[in-house]
Structure formats: C-alpha cells, structure tokens
C-alpha cells in the first residue's frame, strides 16, 4: 500500500493505493468510499481483493484529510469534486466503486457530475430522506438525535440514532411518542463529555441526507449504478431508502449479507460478514446481479 497527498486550494486530501497503477490486470481500479467513516474502515473489505488494485481515502475533514475552507459542514456535491479530483489524480480512466452510506450518497453526485469517472458504482444503502414517503417525518426524527446530542452529549445522540436507524417502517406517532433511548441500555457512556462536532450526531452532514439524485442525469450516465441494501436493513431507515432509491432508478435493491456495516471486519466494534459481504459485491461487480 502506498499513501498519497493531494493538496488542493481547499483541502488535502489522504488517499491509499491497494496495488499497481496502472493495474497489473488492465482492469480499473476499484474505489471504496464512505461517509462519516474514513479509510480505516475498509481493511477487511480491501483484504478480500487481493487481486484487484484498491484506493480508499478520507473525505474533507475526516482522518487525515485536513480541510483549508474554513468550513465544518459536509456536502456530497463538494465531496464529488474531491473524488472526482483523486480519480483525475489516479490518471487511469474511469474507474469502478463500491460506495456506502454518506460515501454512496456522494458517489450518486459524482456520477451526476462527472458521469464518465465510473463505470460501475454499488451504492450501498444511501440514507436519502427526500426519497422517502414519510420524508417530512424522517427529518423530524433526523432533528430528534441532533436535539439529543446539543442537549445531553454523544451518548445520548448516539443512543438516539441507533433507535432512529433501527425502527421498522415509517416514523409514525407511535414512533415519537417513545422515551428518550438511554445510552446505558447500549454500554454507553452517560455523562456529557462536552463535545458538539460529531459529523454524524449534529446537523453538520445534513446536506448528505437530504440530497436529492439526480434521477436524469443519473439516468444518461454511462455508468452502471447499482443499489444495494443488507438483508439485515430491511424495513429500516436506510434499508428503506435504498429501496426507494432504486425504485426512483426503476431497479429493485440489491440484496447483500448482513446490515448497514456489513462489510466492517470489526473495525469500529460491530463487525457485519465482510468475506461474503465481498464475495457479493465480486459478483455484482462482474454483472451478476
């Protein structure tokens, strides 16, 4: 592995080469890319390819990429620009990608950009509330776990959205009419440490979740884009905006193992099945799907 530096007028972006460029096999290299992880939690994943040339990176003000902007929120379209930028950097083509969560929601703007950087993209559970029927409810239930967090800590934000992300269905009365979750039921701690800049408890990554696709532009792309949801997700928050993304792309979600995190090895404490998390995704990746 090789790491590199790309210095921009707005951020320097860290990213990783798994392998040769150019490839040794001729095939493009395949991207992975997530939104509010960084490249750290893509070890167990990578390590499944050791055929193919990997690149992972940390998005703007994540791990080791320092921002320059002046700015703390988190946007997919100016995310877009900056993987655009690695891709341009790699200097071989388009490539190929396997993109989750925010990362997925990113890479559905890059796409719509840059329409000829990809030719296959797995978007892995994109967490887009305005795809949603109950949207307007989402976002209610999106302000609670910031509300959470601004009031009582990460603790009590986390707890917040993990009974945020975990309910089945739509976010009815009953839903807002629950307790406030309790960190201790989850091991976690209760005292407030203080903290406010959580990208994923606070506001400052609601463009993510909020983003739109461009369903014609994403429609005239060259690209091969492919929605994907873990069987574990289904009926919840993001198993439902997947299905309702790829409904919008007049595809039906494609199934993977395990849950939101299912191609984690163990990385952040909540490991998914990431050997046949990857042998799914070879085989999307091939076309058999």
């Not at 993209?121 to 910031?146: K, Q, Y």
């Not at 839903?175 to 976690?188: E, I, R, S, V, W």
């Amino acid at each position: 592995m090789t790491t590199h530096m790309l210095e921009t007028a707005q951020v320097d972006i860290a990213y990783d080469v798994h392998g040769l460029l150019p490839t040794a096999d001729g095939r493009p290299p395949l991207i992975m890319i997530a939104q509010p992880m960084d490249a750290s939690g893509f070890g167990a994943l990578a390590s499944y390819f050791p055929d193919r040339t990997v690149v992972t990176y940390d998005p703007r003000g994540l791990g080791r990429s320092i921002r320059k902007d002046g700015r703390v929120d988190n946007s997919p379209t100016v995310q877009a620009d900056d993987v655009h930028a690695v891709i341009e950097a790699l200097g071989v083509g388009p490539v190929e990608m396997f993109a989750s969560s925010g990362g997925a929601v990113t890479a559905l703007a890059l796409v719509a950009a840059y329409p000829s950087d990809l030719t296959t993209l797995v978007a892995h559970e994109p967490p887009l509330i305005p795809v949603l029927p109950d949207a307007a409810a989402a976002e209610r239930a999106r302000a609670g776990v910031r509300d959470a967090y601004e009031a009582k800590g990460s603790g009590a934000g986390m707890a917040a959205f993990i009974a945020m992300t975990s309910w089945q269905g739509e976010f009815t009365d009953d839903y807002f009419a629950q307790p406030a979750a309790d960190p201790a039921l989850f091991g976690m701690p209760t005292e407030d440490d203080g903290s406010r800049d959580d990208p994923l408890l606070s506001d400052r990554s609601w463009a993510v979740s909020s983003y739109r696709p461009d369903v014609a532009a994403l429609a005239a792309a060259p690209t091969r884009v492919v929605i994907a949801v873990g069987e574990e997700s289904q009926g919840t928050f993001t198993g439902r905006t997947s299905v309702a993304a790829a409904a919008l792309l007049g595809q039906q979600a494609t199934v993977f193992p395990s849950h939101h995190g299912g191609f984690l090895g163990g990385e952040f404490g909540y490991a998914g099945q990431p050997e046949a998390f990857a042998r799914t995704l070879r085989e999307v990746l091939a076309g058999n799907n």
